[in-house]
């Protein structure tokens, strides 16, 4: 059974100097974000959500997975559409990471039905939900600031 908690993980890669982003445009709405799903029963922690995820949505097994400080809470009917986990659950949490990729290929799963690599600017503007944008602005500034390669 899913659980109330969210993951968003941002694929990335450095090319030279230059970084670019992975996006993703939804095949059931008109959305470009980046993987984005929900933690099952079965994952024993978010990171594993994370993980899980990232392999169904890229069909890539993360090498390295990066927690980013990013959090936040969407409404429920905003995730599920109802109030899945009873009447007393407003919230889902959303918890960020990152992932960098170096050769591997994406392999799109049927949520989405295009993909496209782009350095930040192109990708901000592209975003719609503000979670992404704000880790993809704490990704980038991680590693431009050299804490995150």
Known sequence: MRLPKQVLV???KIEKEDVKY???KRADLDVWQFVAGGQEDFDKTIL???K?????ETGIVPKTIVSLEEYTKIP???VVKDFLWGDDVYYSEEFAFAVKIDKE???LSVEHKEYKWLEYDEVRKLLKYDSNKSALWELNTKI???IIS
Request: hydrophobic share 45%.
């Open 76 to 78: 429920v009917v905003n």
């Open 48 to 50: 594993d959500a994370a």
């Open 22 to 24: 992975c996006v993703f």
């Open 52 to 56: 899980r995820e990232f392999f169904e």
């Open 105 to 107: 290929e994406i392999k």
């Open 10 to 12: 941002i694929p990335y």
């Open 144 to 146: 431009k600031r050299g």
